[in-house]
């Protein structure tokens, strides 16, 4: 079934350090991809999606581009900020093969220190 | 907009009780969806609810059950509760019937089982 992979945490960097986040993904279909961000005692919110190959979601300045040859969708920013720090999810969800159910990955614990 | 509303926010129950939770969706949606979350995991998908009907589940026992009213609103019931059932709840809705649509979460029930 379909599945999502991304790189395991925590991870802790210094403010106004570039930050990548691995996520790679196995489909059937043709999946929408998503980053959920989940702050320390809330609720999940989404971050940026994209619906197509090569198409990039952009949010809050974070950035990650579809790619369909990778099978990949990986959460990039140029300059962490001490409020970034959260739980980031990737995800997929295919309304023809299973009406949006989201998958989720297991979560990158990022802590941005001053 | 209201937004995704559950309750009740926390829950403290003990082995074997049954629990319901609640979960009004966001306004315009006719679709819910439920997801547990263990500490420190992403959200597994419970099931959704389309047209009041269960139109998909996923891998839990059928200890999980849960309904839809005709306002769309949806509970989750869990019987003979277990130790390993302590999560938080997510209830999540969407428009139904059409594809790549963002799931809208509400802030989660946290369940605690003694």
């Known amino acids: 079934g379909d599945s999502v992979t991304q790189m395991e945490g925590p991870v802790t960097l210094s403010e106004e350090a570039f930050l990548t986040i691995n996520c790679t993904y196995t489909?059937?279909?043709?999946?929408?991809l998503f980053w959920y961000v989940q702050y320390p005692g809330e609720g999940l919110q989404l971050l940026l999606k994209?619906?197509?190959?090569?198409d990039k979601g952009s949010n809050k300045g974070f950035e990650a581009t579809y790619r369909k040859e990778t099978t990949s969708f990986h959460l990039e920013k140029g300059s962490v900020q001490v409020s970034d720090s959260a739980v980031y999810f990737c995800?997929?969800?295919?309304?023809?093969?299973?009406?949006?159910?989201?998958?989720f990955g297991p979560g990158t614990s990022l802590s941005v220190i001053p | 907009d209201a937004g995704v509303t559950q309750s009740p926010t926390h829950l403290i129950k003990t082995r074997g009780q049954q629990v319901t939770l609640r979960c009004s969706p966001k306004?315009?949606?006719?679709?819910v969806s439920w997801y547990q979350q263990a500490l420190g995991q992403g959200p597994q998908f419970i099931f959704q609810?389309?047209?009041?009907?269960?139109?998909q589940r996923g891998n839990f026992p059928d200890r999980f059950s849960g309904h839809q009213f005709p306002n769309y609103s949806s509970e989750l019931n869990v019987n003979a509760l277990l130790l390993g059932d302590s999560a938080l709840y997510l209830c999540?809705?969407?428009?139904?019937?059409?594809?790549?649509?963002?799931?809208?979460f509400g802030p989660g029930t946290r369940l605690t089982v003694l």
């Open positions: 995800a997929l969800s295919d309304f023809l093969t299973s009406y949006d159910k989201v998958i």
């Open positions: 489909a059937t279909g043709y999946p929408s």
């Open positions: 994209a619906t197509k190959a090569d």
């Open positions: 306004s315009g949606h006719d679709t």
């Open positions: 609810y389309y047209e009041e009907e269960e139109r």
């Open positions: 999540a809705s969407l428009p139904g019937g059409s594809s790549y649509n963002e799931q809208f």
